[in-house]
């Protein structure tokens, strides 16, 4: 395995981790597997990763969907380049989980880093707390789609991991005009820098937004001594991380569990 892919799949384990500093979270944490539970029915807020499983592989797998299916809640399965077995993938399916695609996992050696010019009415500030984490949560669940009713939750994880977690983690607001429109996540494991949910909403992209978020993650992983940034590039973004210097290292596969619905009464 190249030392790319290996840095890629750290920073997604790291950054999955990071949530154990919720005290709402149930984290299980095994040889074989890790799996989380927030009770909160989001495929991003239950879910299994860092798995190598060996001959009970479907019985391993079925232990860890019962979780999800007692508590009917929705959960994301990570399969990553190091997990074992190679056709876990297709053990999954055969289990019920759907294919939800693949994301481009890409490095960069922050020294070559290209700098692109910003554009000029764009501003970017950290959210440390306060109104500040406020205004970040707005933004970040208007961006990736989280409801009123799981907006509070967001808030509290990103909080707990603040307070818990000093140092490893960073968030950022980007504004144009005024107007609070982009959020972006760096997180720093030693001198690997992780770049996150980079998003804007729908009306201002293309303006700029985008590209000042992903220059600050960079220049503030520089500025704490790392060496190598890696991200999950969207399709929306992968032109401009390549322009940036970023290389693709490996795709980080996601199967998604849907709980049975009950149909609604007549």
Known sequence: MKDETRAVIRGYRFAFDLFRADPSSRYVVRRDNTHYFFGVDHPLYNGAYATRL??????????VLDVFRRAGVSATWHVDPGTRPRGLGRLLRLKGLSDGGSTPGMTLVLRRRRRLPDAGDVTVREACGGAALARWNDVYCRVFGFDERLRDGVRDSYRAILARRPGAMK?????????????????????????????????????????ALTQRCLDDAERAGCRLAMLGASEQGYGLYRKLGFRAACRMRQYVYSPPRTPAAR
């Open 54 to 63: 060996g001959r009970d592989a479907s019985r391993r797998v079925d232990e």
């Open 171 to 211: 968030l950022y607001v980007a504004s144009r005009r005024g107007r609070a429109a982009g959020c972006a996540m760096l997180t720093l494991d030693g001198r690997l820098a992780g770049l996150w949910a980079i998003g804007v909403l729908d009306g201002v992209r293309r303006r700029g937004l985008g590209l």
